[in-house]
């Protein structure tokens, strides 16, 4: 589309040419009845001035040819500018456009390049006991690596309240048991089972009914950061001594997605998670323990 300049330009332009076609119209050409009658003698009894009365067609067509505007004559007039009618719609300016446009743009992209505001502490304990009291099941996979570097996968089952099963593959041989009351560890291998109160476990306090870490546990610190939230906690009534604990939650969802136990004589234990169902519950058979006259209570 053409800017208003340029329209009125191209108008100046047209003006200057018709009035320039005017000009030459203006000058009087010699009729060709009136040269016939300059080589005639008068007619009798007319005067002479009937034979110059003849050429008026030709100046009536001039007559015709003169603008009636006067001010048309003068080619730097510059037309009016034509009104739209009222029932148009107003045709932007494209410069006014632009700039309207740079400056929407320019505002989404501060909007777009501002930072996300980052989570409080009181806020990222709300959202990881919302997680953990979202479901009272859990199936994932889980992989685990030892103080001594080792490293073992599985299947883990949770089933609120106190029940929970590690299932460790092959050529892992353990298998840990919650009942909701007391928790076994067993080795398949040995056949042999360890007995212990579910009280003296360090992640007892994730098989609550409702999780509450302010009063459940000790909150030892709260980092937030680009890889998500961790929590660290103490518990000081596990077996053997304190256990240190490390909750790891996901950036973007929260979920629990691992946890870091430092054991009483400061071995670590990594726990992560993969593939989470909160959704499906298990099997109740998972959480059995056979309390036979092998076993070791503790």
């Keep these: 589309m053409k800017s208003p300049l340029a329209a009125a330009l191209v108008l100046a332009l047209l003006a200057a040419s018709g009035v320039q076609a005017v000009e030459q119209k203006k000058k009087p050409h010699p009729a060709p009845a009136a040269k016939a009658q300059a080589g005639k003698p008068a007619a009798k009894g007319k005067p002479a001035a009937d034979a110059k009365a003849k050429p008026k067609p030709a100046d009536s067509k001039t007559a015709q040819a003169k603008p009636a505007d006067p001010k048309a004559a003068d080619p730097k007039a ?7 009618p009222a029932s148009a719609p107003a ?19 501060a909007v777009a390049a501002q930072p996300p505001v980052p989570l409080t502490r009181d806020e990222a304990i709300k959202r990881a006991e919302a997680s953990l009291n979202s479901s009272p099941v859990m199936i994932a996979d889980f992989v685990q690596i030892g103080g001594d570097g080792r490293r073992a996968e599985g299947k883990l089952y949770v089933h609120k309240v106190g029940r929970m099963r590690f299932e460790y593959a092959q050529p892992a041989t353990m298998e840990v048991v919650s009942d ?20 003296q476990t360090p992640l007892k306090f994730l098989l609550n009914e409702k999780v509450d870490l302010q009063k459940d546990v000790k909150l ?5 950061d680009d890889a998500g939230a961790s929590i660290s906690i103490e518990d000081k009534a596990t077996f053997g001594g304190t256990s240190k604990i490390k909750l790891i939650f996901d ?48």
């Excluded at 510059?78 to 739209?84: D, I, L, S, Y």
Aim: aromatic fraction near 8%.
């Design 78 to 84: 510059a037309p009016p500018a034509a009104k739209p």
């Design 91 to 109: 045709v932007p300016d494209p410069a006014k456009a632009a700039v309207g446009a740079a400056a929407v743009g320019g505002a989404a992209a």
């Design 220 to 224: 030892v610190d709260v980092v937030i």
């Design 180 to 199: 909701g009351v007391q928790v076994a560890v067993r080795d398949r291998k040995l056949n042999t089972q360890d007995l212990y109160f579910i009280n």
């Design 251 to 298: 950036s973007k969802t929260f979920d629990l997605k691992q946890w870091q136990v430092s054991d009483p004589q400061g071995y670590e234990t990594l726990v992560s998670l993969f593939n989470i169902d909160r959704s499906s519950a298990p099997d109740a058979n998972l959480f059995k323990i056979d309390k036979g006259s092998l076993l070791d209570f503790r």
